[in-house]
């Protein structure tokens, strides 16, 4: 029993990190997920995810509080 243990594109985690985000992940996804991501990925896509959140929420009180 030989099992495809290819690593998945930086893309794919960030994928992966943005549908954790929201929390909808499938049970199959995940474990895929679990035997083809790359540690390293999954930490750089989160780290570029809770930048990009974090810019949204600034610029969306800036937005509001201006006027």
Not at 12 to 37: E, H, I, N, P, Q
């Amino acid at each position: 029993m030989e099992e495809n243990k290819k690593q998945a594109s930086f893309m794919y985690s960030m994928k992966a990190v943005f549908w954790s985000f929201f929390g909808l992940r499938r049970k199959s996804d995940f474990d895929t997920d679990s035997a083809k991501l790359n540690p390293v990925h999954i930490l750089i896509a989160a780290l570029i995810g809770v930048a990009c959140f974090i810019g949204l929420l600034i610029t969306i009180v800036k937005l509001v509080v201006s006027k």
